[in-house]
């Protein structure tokens, strides 16, 4: 049986970081407000010019040169992403294959918002699977501040812009390594309204001087979203747990995506799981959808908070609505 492993890590932020204070001098917010209700201190935005395809391929890079891959050698790239290069097509995931000269892999966009990377890593755990695929990128990219209507406090202050990159591969040795054991996918379309930009695609396409400049931005129900989110963090862990006989002890680090520290906070009460084995990096980041796992991840590895054989899982939820998590033995 073919065992799909995440042979690399990596990620990308772009260098404009933007303080709360930056954003309290454009719009009606505090520092004190954002850290007190979502524990974000600052995140990035892209620069001039700098696109969801650039960051994403400066993520895959790096990835590709820790795993010693070559672009000749990558047979498929799978990009999640909210906040492509263009509405519809082309796939930003094209644009990187590019970039990347990524001459022999098939390239597609997946759209399940912060879940993303969550499905990504599930879908190209079974193309590895197959036997027919060997090195795949998975990314979460998203340049989120161009989705924004920075005249709404209620969404401008919660997103941040970045790229995290994995390459993931067959292990072809004996022992384990970073293994993805084990997926749980859940979408509850139902919520679809809750979390969306209304306008601009073909339920309500851009029509100049009819279309409301702001439907074509980010809208959030945030209190719904945040039950939501509490609930699916929630169930998620139990259902890895349950499915992979983990117990709380036997768990290193749970990596979640990270839209709140409220929302952690409140699903580590209700699993009695301790929040200090939730890794938290909201403060830095802000919400990335995304990207954010991977870059936590990332983050993760680097700081040496896991070794060989621990137990991880990622966590997301997001627009769709969507959620979900990976256990992986790593
Ligand atoms: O990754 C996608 C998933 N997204 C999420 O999971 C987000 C989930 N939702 C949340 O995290 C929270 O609901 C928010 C952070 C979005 C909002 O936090 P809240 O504690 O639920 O605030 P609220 O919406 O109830 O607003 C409380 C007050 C309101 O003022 P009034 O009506 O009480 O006078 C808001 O107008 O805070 C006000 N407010 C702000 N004030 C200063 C809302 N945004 C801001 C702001 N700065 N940026």
Request: proline residues 3%; aromatic residues 8%.
């Amino acid at each position: 049986m073919v065992r799909p492993y995440i042979k690399s890590i990596s990620y990308y932020v772009p260098d404009n970081i933007v303080t709360n204070d930056d954003l309290s001098k454009i719009m009606d917010t505090s520092d004190e407000w954002i850290i007190s209700h979502t524990g974000i201190k600052q995140r990035y935005f892209v620069n001039e010019g700098e696109n969801n395809s650039d960051i994403a391929t400066k993520a895959a890079k790096i990835a590709m040169e820790k795993a010693e891959v070559t672009a000749d050698e990558i047979d498929l790239i799978i990009l999640a992403t909210t906040s492509a290069d263009y509405v519809g097509f082309p796939s930003t995931a094209c644009l990187v294959q590019d970039k990347l000269g990524a001459k022999n892999a098939g390239a597609y966009d997946l759209g399940a918002a912060c879940t993303g990377f969550v499905f990504g890593v599930e879908t190209a755990a079974n193309f590895i699977k197959s036997g027919n695929y060997k090195n795949i990128l998975v990314i979460g990219s998203e340049v989120l501040s161009r989705t924004m209507d920075m005249t709404d406090r209620n969404t401008a202050v919660l997103f941040g812009d970045g790229a995290g990159a994995a390459i993931i591969t067959a292990n072809e040795d004996k022992e384990s390594k970073s293994e993805i054991i084990y997926s749980f996918l859940r979408s509850m379309g139902s919520g679809a309204d809750s979390l969306k930009r209304p306008a601009g695609g073909t339920t309500n396409p851009f029509v100049p001087g009819v279309t409301d400049p702001k439907d074509l931005y980010i809208y959030m129900n945030g209190r719904q979203v945040y039950n939501f989110a509490v609930k699916a963090v929630t169930d998620t862990i139990l259902k890895l747990m349950e499915k992979n006989n983990l117990t709380m002890d036997s768990i290193k680090y749970i990596i979640p995506h990270q839209a709140n520290i409220r929302i952690l906070e409140a699903a580590a009460g209700r699993t009695s799981i301790p929040i200090e084995k939730f890794y938290i990096n909201i403060e830095n980041f802000a919400n990335t959808s995304a990207a954010t796992i991977p870059i936590a991840l990332t983050e993760v590895v680097e700081k040496k908070l896991i070794q060989r054989g621990d137990n991880i899982l990622t966590v997301g939820f997001g627009g769709g609505l969507t959620f979900g998590g990976n256990y992986i033995k790593w």
